[in-house]
């Protein structure tokens, strides 16, 4: 098991921006795809970006050409860079480690590592 902890979240001005980092620890996240989830308070989780081994990346619509997920392998971390923020922006997001070599999905449950969260609000 991998444990990810989330940090960065905080409050932000709309059309600001946010880096969000997922640390691991327990093992190396090197070989997992590793995506970021938010959830809005009364809706269900969603996926927003999600990065193979490879570095190969994904993005839901909503944030394509704002949101970038990078990973650094040498620090066991993956970044999220949350630019021209949005208050529709506004959730918990969470990073979650995949299944090995496996493309990331956006079904939360291909996903058994979770961090605990970090909250995003962006104000309008």
């Known amino acids: 098991q991998v444990q990810l902890v989330e940090s960065g979240g905080g409050l932000v001005q709309a059309g600001g921006s946010l880096a969000l980092s997922c640390a691991a620890s327990?093992?190396?996240?090197?070989?997992?795809?590793v995506a970021w989830f938010r959830q809005a308070p009364g809706k269900e989780r969603e996926f927003v970006a999600g990065i193979t081994w490879s570095a190969n990346t994904y993005y839901a619509d909503f944030v394509k050409g704002r949101f970038t997920i990078s990973r650094d392998n040498a620090k066991n971390t993956v970044y999220l860079q949350m630019n021209s923020l949005k208050s529709e922006d506004t959730a918990v997001y969470y990073c979650?480690?995949?299944?090995?070599?496996?493309?990331?999905?956006?079904?939360?449950?291909?996903?058994?590592?979770w961090g605990q969260g970090t909250q995003v609000t962006v104000s309008s």
């Open positions: 327990g093992r190396t996240l090197s070989m997992s795809p």
């Open positions: 979650a480690a995949g299944p090995l070599y496996r493309t990331p999905g956006s079904d939360p449950n291909q996903y058994p590592d």
